[in-house]
């Protein structure tokens, strides 16, 4: 019986399982971690497809049943535990992430896994269709973010296609989406400093309807100058700025910090 309040709603077409798969493109010679098995019908499909499955299930009744149903299943690593906390670095090697994942973790188990980008070479998810918006928005419009930003930063994204709430049992609230970000060899801007560019990013994100003047106010008292000196107008929004500028800002604020440190 699924758990509501582990967001548990099972995708169980085999059409759309497929497909997923077929996004992923993954092959024999690749490590697939999943995130949230449940039953199993994925799993059984990509341990059919890949050198190795690491299927990570927080549900005790769940991994049980999952222990007995898929023991046939050599190249299976069954994990009792939580996704946030899971050891990545301890697979050993390149890993990609095919996965349907708990709605209420989306946002911090993405942010987890991109910690591995070492490591990491796609994620290809199942999530609600307005996350997976936001994380493929471009500049300009309400759903570009802080997501969008950081994502990107690391690779490439896109909405694959869409699911249907009446796909999943039980039926959720909302659709939802197929999301496949293949992660870059090296982050898609060039930022000296990495952690001042998340700063930076989640500053001008903080408070939407400021301009940046404002928002990155409160961050630097050099932000303004570093803004002039990016050749960005002061007077722009967050949501108007490509990933780009957002480096340019970074860039130009650490210099400034710098001089007066």
């Given at each position: 019986m699924p758990k509501k309040h582990l967001s548990q709603n099972f995708l169980y077409d085999p059409a759309l399982l497929r497909r997923i798969i077929q996004v992923a493109g993954v092959g024999p010679e690749d490590t697939v971690v999943e995130i949230g098995p449940g039953p199993g019908r994925l799993t059984r499909m990509l341990a059919e497809r890949v050198g190795r499955v690491v299927a990570i299930e927080l549900d005790r009744d769940l991994y049980a049943r999952l222990r007995t149903e898929c023991a046939d299943l050599a190249n299976l690593e069954l994990v009792q535990g939580n996704a946030l906390e899971y050891p990545y670095a301890e697979l050993g090697g390149p890993f990609r992430v095919v996965a349907n994942i708990p709605y209420h973790i989306t946002t911090p188990i993405m942010f987890r896994l991109l910690e591995h980008r070492g490591q990491l070479r796609s994620m290809t998810l199942t999530v609600q269709k307005e996350v997976a918006e936001r994380v493929a928005a471009k500049p300009g419009g309400k759903t570009y973010g802080v997501l969008s930003v950081m994502v990107q930063y690391h690779g490439r994204a896109k909405l694959k296609f869409v699911i249907p709430r009446g796909a999943f049992r039980p039926v959720p609230r909302v659709d939802s989406a197929c999301l496949h970000v293949e992660i870059a060899d090296e982050p898609t801007v060039s930022v000296r400093d990495p952690e001042l560019f998340a700063s930076v990013v989640k500053a001008a994100f903080g408070q939407r309807r400021k301009t940046l003047r404002n928002s990155l106010g409160s961050l630097a008292p050099e932000a303004e100058d570093a803004?002039?000196?990016?050749?960005?107008?002061?007077?722009?929004?967050?949501?108007?700025?490509?990933?780009?500028e957002f480096a340019l800002i970074s860039d130009s604020l650490g210099s400034l910090i710098g001089k007066h440190a």
């Open positions: 803004l002039k000196a990016s050749g960005i107008d002061p007077g722009l929004r967050a949501e108007k700025l490509s990933i780009k």
